[in-house]
Every structure is written in structure tokens, then in C-alpha cells.
């Protein structure tokens, strides 16, 4: 890494992301920005955060007046502070759940949305062919592009075909690869990466105040090198508990008979029915624990340590990657409102038949409780 690279990601406040932000900030400088970007990497690696720096980059009422040439964000002016919180009225967020102008739509919040909505995606259109309020241009940041109905993004495709000069998309995407090749061979792509977990524990024991090195290790081991989701897990213990949860619970499914993978399964549909975001959100930690699995497999094939805990438990990469496509392939029947109780049954029928030894308890667990008071 470059002194220049390092000092426009400190000037940028992220971590991890050098050359995605040294790749902007050339385009900045060279005027040269484009009308889409497609932002990838696995969630909580820093998509939205570098959306916003963008973002910022654009509207910042003092970039001409830093030492950056004009493509730095001072992120404290008026206009970076309101990108900041969500508030400038030039910047759209377009997600699940969203607004839309359709006449006797419901509330797309309250409405068991689990997909981006053609409507949504109309809406963008319309406004994309607005002019900006107050800055240059109009902004519209797609989180995620992975979640666009198919219908929605269609027709997102023809506002790409045809963008209007003062717009800029911004997609953001944990899959790049299930997005419709049309829309993606019409953005620049940006792939950002985790960092080494001894990077990223480096930079979260420098982060965080109070935060031993020890701790910051193992917040950067559940982190998977992704300072997002470290510092996701550090501020909120819930998420901690949902994702060990979840983990606990497909490591015991993989050794579990079929009675108990049916039962698992009836909980998550009746689940479904009313929290459809808790599934979602446990069908992806699986997705990533997948993932990693399949990572340690082949990093301990090149001769490296095993992680602790047995993640690789005996697994192959064959039953890794069928169990990885597996859970996909559930959520997106899920997703397209197929039978919840068929589709998760189905899933728990291709998990392979494993056995994990037991993790080691986290150094929060391993302390011993304080004792009763006399």
C-alpha cells in the first residue's frame, strides 16, 4: 500500500478499502465518476460506508479547500453530516421495505416485503429524471441489488440504459454473480475484500477504546475480517448472540437425525410467518459459515492450522460447497414465496451428515460467573 492510498483511506475514515478508495478518488479527479458503480463483497465488509464517502466526496461544501485535490470529504460540513444521518434530500436509499408511489399500496414496512418491488424501482426512475435539489447531482444507492424482484430490476435496467446526466446509481451486492449480466456489464465494479485477521484486529484494538488485544482478536476471528461486522458485533451483543446461534445450531443439525432436522425445519416456517427478516438474516449466517467452512478446508489443504472449534469438522469441499448451494437455493425459494415448511425441509434433506466437535468457549463465556453475595 502507497503513502497516497494509505492516506486516502484515513482522509475517507474506512478501513480495508485502499484501493476501492484510491479507484475513486482517481475518478474524481480525473471527472471521469460514471452514472453506476457496483459496490460487492460479503456483508459488513464496508459497502454502504464507502457508498456514503462517495457520497460525501460529491456534496462536501469544503473538498476544494483540503489537500486531497478536490476528491476528499472533510466530513464535518453541513453537507457531509446530513449524508451522514440520512438526511439530504439529493440522496436516495433504495432497500427492502422502501417507499414507493404506487396509489392503495400498503406500507411496503409492514407488509412482509422480502424483495425490492418493481414500484421501487419506478419510483427511482421517476426521480432519477428530476433535477437535484441542491448539489450536482442526484444520487440513488441500491442496498442490496441482491434483492431486487426480477421485474424491478428489468426495469432498473432501462434507467442504466439510459441514465440521465445527473444521476448517479450506486449498487451495492453481496453476489455480484446473481445479478442479471446486463445490469452489471453497465457499471464499473468495485470488489472489496476482508482484511487479515491480524489487520483488522490491529485496527480494532485502535478503534475501540478499552479494547485489549486479546479481545480484539477474537472480535476480528467472528468478524471474518470484515470491520463492519466487528463492529457490529462489539456495539450490538445481540447480533453476537443471534449469529453464535445460528452457527450452533447448523453444526447440530449436520450430526442430527431426520425427525430433528424436519422439526428445525417446521420452527423456521412458523417463524417465517412473522419474522421473515430473523430467517433471512439466520439463512445468511449459514450461508457465510459455509463459506468460512470452506475457506479453513482449504487453508488447512495448503498445510495451515485447523481453526479452533473444528470448523472443518471432516467436512469435504464437495459437501461445503452442495450445502452452501443448498441454503441459497432456500432462501431464494423463501424469498419467492414457495411452501416455507417444503423449501426448508428440502434444505435440511442436503445438509451433509457431520460431526463438529465442540467450539471453545469464547473468552466471555470461559470467565467464571461472579460468585453470590454472602
Known sequence: MSAEQAGGEARWGVRGLEQPVAELRAALAADRLGHAWLFSGPDGVGKGTLARRLVQALHCEQRDEGDGGGVDPCLE??????IEGG??????WIAIGGP????GHRDHQADG????????????SKLANLAPFHAARRVFIIDSAND???????SLLKTLEEPPGSALLILLAVDPDELLPTIRSRCRE????????????????????????EDAGELAAQGRGRYGLALRLHRDPAQRQLRETAIADVRRLCGASRNERFDHAGRLAGSWRRERRAVLET????????????????EAERGGEEPAGGAVGGCSPREAVLALR?????????????????????????LPRLQFEEPEPSREEARPAAAPPA
Open 100 to 103: 414507493c408511489d404506487e396509489e
Open 87 to 92: 438526511e439530504a434530500p439529493d440522496v436516495e
Open 77 to 82: 460540513c453541513r453537507a457531509c453530516a446530513r
Open 283 to 298: 439463512l445468511d449466517v449459514w450461508r457465510w459459515w459455509w463459506r468460512d467452512t470452506l475457506a479453513a478446508i482449504a
Open 148 to 154: 431486487l424482484q426480477t421485474e424491478a430490476a428489468q
Open 190 to 213: 468495485l470488489t472489496l475484500r476482508p482484511l487479515p485477521r491480524a489487520a483488522l484486529a490491529g485496527a480494532l484494538a485502535e478503534d475501540i477504546e478499552d479494547l485489549d488485544a
Open 113 to 124: 416485503s422480502t424483495r425490492i418491488r418493481i414500484c421501487q424501482a419506478r419510483r427511482l
Open 326 to 350: 443448498a441454503t441459497e437455493r432456500a432462501r431464494r425459494h423463501l424469498i419467492e414465496n414457495t411452501n416455507p415448511q417444503l423449501a426448508l425441509e428440502v434444505l435440511m434433506l442436503d
